[in-house]
Structures are given as structure tokens and as C-alpha cells.
């Protein structure tokens, strides 16, 4: 097969790797040889694979793991209006830097009413307005 004037030789590799070389010794003197640039991989000796490099995980499983807390998923009612006061203060929260979630509020208010006494308890249960348990009807 005769070549035309119009097409061009593709370079091979053993023309394309003194190229590489060359650009890279123009590019910086610290990366002049493409094995700079390679990571070093340890090889089987048997069959000539990479193995894969030794960390420090080992060693962590002479720690015990702490042990993964059970999530419940769970619904109820409230009244629109508290659930609304929940997004504010959701949005307060946000607008002054701290990133919370519903859920995480709720969380917070359980646990300021693990410290309180149960006549304090009484006492504001008292001012809520009682809500039919049960889901809501879908009537608008």
C-alpha cells in the first residue's frame, strides 16, 4: 500500500515515549523520568501482581467497636400550629449557624424533659390542647 502525502504516521511508542520524556524535563527537573511520576507497587513474587500496600487496619480490630445505637421510626399528631413553631425554630436555628433537623429538635426537647420533675411535666401537659389520637382525617 502506497501512503498519500495527506496521511500522517501515527507515532509509535517507541517515538511517542522520548517526546514524553522530553516535556517532562522541560516541565520541571523533579519530574524528568515517568517513573517520578508512578507510585511504587510492590509485586507478587509468584505472579507478578500488584499486592496491595499494608495499613494499619489490622490493628484496629484489636479495639472493639462501639456498638451501632437501634433507630426506631415512628409517627404521631400534632397540631399544625406547634409543628409550624418546630419549622421556626428549625429556621432560627439555621439562620443562626447551626444545622439541625426536625427530628434532632425533638431530641433535644425529650432530653431537657428527662431532667425536669414529673409535677413540672404535669404542669405543662396541662397547657396543651388535647389531640385525638390517630391519624387525621383526609376531609379539607
Known amino acids: 500500500m502506497a501512503r498519500d502525502s495527506n496521511d500522517m504516521a501515527l507515532p509509535t511508542r517507541k ?3 522520548p517526546r514524553q520524556k522530553k516535556v517532562l524535563a ?3 527537573p523533579t519530574v524528568a ?3 517520578v511520576m ?3 507497587v510492590a509485586l507478587d513474587q509468584e505472579t507478578a501482581r500488584p499486592v496491595a500496600p499494608v495499613t494499619e487496619k489490622k490493628k484496629d480490630k484489636d ?3 462501639a456498638k451501632k ?3 426506631v421510626r415512628d409517627s404521631f399528631t400534632m397540631p399544625e400550629a406547634e409543628y409550624e413553631a418546630l419549622a421556626e425554630m428549625k429556621k432560627a436555628c439555621i439562620k443562626a449557624g ?3 433537623k426536625k427530628s434532632e429538635l425533638l431530641r433535644v426537647a425529650v432530653s431537657l424533659l428527662r431532667k425536669m420533675e414529673v409535677a413540672q411535666i404535669q404542669q405543662a401537659l396541662g397547657t396543651l390542647t388535647p389531640v385525638k389520637a390517630g391519624r387525621p382525617s383526609k376531609q379539607k
Open 15 to 17: 517515538t511517542a515515549v
Open 26 to 28: 522541560a516541565l520541571s
Open 33 to 35: 523520568s515517568p517513573e
Open 38 to 40: 508512578l507510585p511504587e
Open 63 to 65: 479495639k472493639p467497636k
Open 69 to 71: 445505637q437501634k433507630l
Open 98 to 100: 447551626v444545622a439541625v
